[in-house]
């Protein structure tokens, strides 16, 4: 992702066919995997289930990276552990 030119946004078609769009956060590789954290951009802060979408990237048969929900909790509890070191562990160093 380029802070240069801004925010990375994709729009995803979930199992109802209903469209919706995510912000993308972070892409970390973790045990030999690729995972992206997003945040809805279509959906308030304030609402109960605003917070942040954790989706392997994997690739499809052909050939195209395409994301995938991450069915396994201790895969998912490591991952989300993972992206808030690197999310969160950067703004503790930026602190004077």
Known sequence: MSEEYGNDFVTMVDEN???F?????????YNGRTYTAFLP??????DPDY??????????EN????????????ELNA???????V???DEDEAEP
């Open 87 to 89: 999310l969160f562990d």
């Open 63 to 74: 050939g195209e990276e395409v994301f995938d929900t991450i069915d396994d909790e201790d």
């Open 21 to 29: 769009v995510l912000e993308v956060l972070d892409t970390i590789d």
């Open 41 to 46: 951009a279509d959906m308030d802060e304030n």
């Open 79 to 85: 991952v989300y552990e993972q992206f808030m070191r």
């Open 51 to 60: 917070g942040m979408v954790l989706l392997q990237n994997v690739i499809d």
């Open 17 to 19: 066919g209903e469209e």
